[in-house]
């Protein structure tokens, strides 16, 4: 079993930056990649980037250039950084792990971007 916190949402105005973290606890050996979503209300969850055990990275055409997917082993956390966020990026953020154990999500963390 994998257990994911989010944290780091927030009000942020447009043009702003904000790090969203994920720290991970439970079965870490089990992980091969980490990814983040995020969820509009009313909308389907989307992908935006993913990390993978070798640190390779991917990421959405959306978010490409402006979030940047990291982590740091040492402490079981990954991170998003969001730079100048749109309003179109108000939704909720979850992280999720792919473990060898299964498929992993975490509870989500809000993301509001207004003036």
């Known amino acids: 079993q994998v257990q994911l916190v989010e944290s780091g949402g927030g009000l942020v105005q447009p043009g702003e930056s904000l790090r969203l973290s994920c720290a991970a606890s439970g079965s870490i050996s089990s992980i091969a990649v980490m990814r983040w979503y995020r969820q509009a209300p009313g909308k389907q969850r989307d992908l935006l980037a993913q990390i993978a055990n070798d640190g390779s990275t991917m990421y959405v055409d959306s978010v490409k250039g402006r979030f940047t997917i990291s982590r740091d082993n040492a402490k079981n956390t990954v991170y998003l950084q969001m730079n100048s966020v749109k309003s179109e990026d108000t939704a909720v953020y979850y992280c999720?792990?792919?473990?060898?154990?299964?498929?992993?999500w975490g509870q989500g963390t809000q993301v509001t971007v207004s003036s």
């Open positions: 999720s792990a792919i473990a060898t154990t299964g498929r992993y």
